[in-house]
């Protein structure tokens, strides 16, 4: 079975400061990786995946992710965070054995502080 | 591109009725996915429509629920006899025929209070 474990519920970081919010997974086979973003009374937003290939994967808003095989870790990476950052990011798992479904984690709340 | 809609956004309801909600996907695409998410966290798959077909359904679709898509576009998810742990925002996404990787576009949700 899959799963996906994202640590630190919460994050804060200052406006132009690093932003890393982790995600690891589980998943017998090769694992699809998808990163989607969620504001107050709005669905998800596909943020970047992973499929195949190219280990860093670049996504929308400056935003990127390198999947780790040997960590099992698929961590989301901004260089220089800005106020509109803020918001829920859910880490999300797939694979071949699954069909279509996401397997999503917990979630990480992400405050941006002026 | 009008994106997935879904109606209502919010529905209030007393504990024993049944509900129904509705989604409309993005037009082609063919797979049809229904996820729901209470406070703090997560989506947790429900069920996956291909088409008009029901392929998988979660354990969590307990037998007071219902999904169906009868022509292949919209579908519908109903609650029969409602509790108040069925409260929670009720998520509605597609994905283009194709690869199992494709990306799932989400609708706003139904946000579902059972009283």
């Known amino acids: 079975a899959q799963s996906v474990t994202q640590l630190g519920s919460h994050v804060s970081v200052s406006e132009g400061a690093l932003v890393l919010l982790r995600c690891n997974y589980s998943s017998s086979v090769p694992p699809y990786l998808f990163w989607y973003v969620q504001y107050p009374n709005q669905g998800l937003q596909l943020l970047l995946k992973?499929?195949?290939?190219?280990?860093l994967v670049k996504g929308i808003n400056g935003f990127e992710a390198e999947f780790k095989k040997s960590e099992t870790s698929f961590h989301l990476t901004k260089p220089s965070a800005h106020m509109s950052d803020a918001a829920e990011y859910f880490c999300?798992?797939?694979?071949?054995?699954?069909?279509?479904?996401?397997?999503f984690g917990e979630g990480t709340q992400l405050t941006v502080n002026p | 591109d009008t994106g997935v809609s879904q109606d209502p956004r919010h529905k209030i309801t007393k504990r024993g009725q049944n509900v129904t909600f509705r989604c409309d996907p993005i037009s082609e695409h063919n797979r049809l996915y229904w996820y729901r998410q209470t406070l703090g966290q997560g989506p947790e798959f429900l069920t996956y429509f291909q088409n008009e077909a029901q392929l998988e359904k979660s354990r969590l679709l307990s037998d007071r629920f219902s999904a169906e898509r009868p022509k292949g576009s919209f579908s519908t998810l109903e609650i029969q006899r409602t509790e108040q742990g069925d409260s929670a925002m009720y998520l509605c996404?597609?994905?283009?025929?194709?690869?199992?990787?494709?990306?799932?576009?989400f609708g706003p949700g139904t946000r579902l209070t059972v009283l």
């Open positions: 992973y499929t195949t290939g190219a280990t």
């Open positions: 996404a597609s994905s283009p025929p194709g690869v199992a990787y494709n990306e799932q576009f």
């Open positions: 999300a798992v797939s694979d071949l054995t699954s069909g279509s479904r996401l397997t």
